[in-house]
């Protein structure tokens, strides 16, 4: 996978596995094992997720490899073969290889290899398969999130973020600030183009966490330009995600003020000092608006 999601995913990948494991992949295991000796497959990276899955009887003990793969790579069978191959030379073992799959369009990547005298075949899971109600109300931050690239089933965007928004808000306690995922919500929301909508959501449900204090905004995402809003503001978080909220703020003072200007008998400068926007920004907002109130006529601006 591409930075920054691949970090963003390696973060979380812990607290997930028992849920992909059950609700995704459709396995049941309650103990693992750390394969501490890395895989020297020069040409990749290191596997996202790589575990023995152990068992009374140790005949049925197998290795679990998972990969979180944002992009349709043409060249994921060759690498997962390649994977499966190293894995059974060095530990002897049954490997179930999984691909679950968050990116934007459709995957078409070709998941069996069938040559000669060569048969191999890993698995494959699309969140776009699955309902948002899957992820939506379990009581860990890192399953909410994946709402986000889920199934919206005909729901509004607007309505999904909020609930999601919402469920995160009430898994915070004292000893767990939510705010980092509100930060990787952000992020996962550029695989939806929904950045916008999350940034409006935000400005109605504002979360106490101060970003400054969160390692993350010192010392960037990687690929700046996959992160957050689309912009920066800082040479330690460049093309990062301060500047994209602060647009969505802006965007949202407009939003205001315009609902105001066509509804409301304020003048045009109690608007601006309500929302926060120059006399002239109101002036032209409300040449896009159309026609003022008669009530708002009257008074002068």
């Avoid at 530990?91 to 691909?99: E, T």
């Avoid at 968050?102 to 698995?123: C, H, I, T």
């Avoid at 379990?138 to 089933?153: Q, W």
Wanted: no cysteine; net charge neutral.
């Amino acid at each position: 996978m591409a930075h920054p999601y691949d970090r963003l995913f390696k973060e979380n990948i812990e607290p997930l596995i028992p849920f992909l494991a059950k609700k995704i992949f459709g396995l049941k295991f309650s103990k693992t094992e750390d394969i501490k000796d890395k895989i020297q497959v020069t040409v990749e990276a290191e596997a996202d997720y790589l575990k023995k899955v152990l068992h009374r009887n140790p005949a049925d003990d197998y290795i679990l490899h998972i990969e979180f793969q944002v992009k349709d790579d043409r060249n994921m069978l060759s690498r997962m073969l390649l994977y499966r191959a190293f894995l059974y030379s060095k530990y002897k073992l049954r490997v179930k290889q999984f691909v679950f799959y968050v990116g934007r369009a459709k995957p078409k990547m070709a998941l069996q290899l069938v040559q000669d005298n060569l048969k191999y075949e890993f698995e494959m899971r699309d969140i776009h398969d699955f309902p948002y109600e899957l992820f939506i109300n379990s009581s860990n931050p890192e399953e909410v999130i994946l709402t986000i690239l889920s199934d919206f089933k005909n729901q509004p965007a607007s309505v999904i973020i909020h609930k999601i928004l919402t469920q995160l808000k009430q898994l915070e306690t004292p000893t767990q600030n939510i705010g980092k995922y509100v930060i990787q919500l952000e992020v996962l929301s550029k695989l939806r183009n929904l950045q916008d909508e999350t940034a409006n959501e935000l400005l109605v449900m504002p979360f106490t966490y101060d970003m400054k204090t969160d390692i993350r905004y010192k010392q960037g995402w990687e690929g700046g330009e996959e992160v957050g809003f689309e912009k920066g503001v800082e040479k330690g978080i460049e093309q990062g995600i301060e500047q994209g909220i602060e647009q969505g703020i802006e965007q949202g003072k407009r939003q205001i003020a315009a609902k105001m200007i066509s509804g409301s008998s304020l003048t045009m400068k109690e608007i601006a000092a309500i929302s926060g926007l120059t006399l002239a920004e109101i002036e032209r907002l409300k040449n896009s608006v159309g026609k003022i109130t008669p009530s708002s006529k009257n008074k002068k601006s």
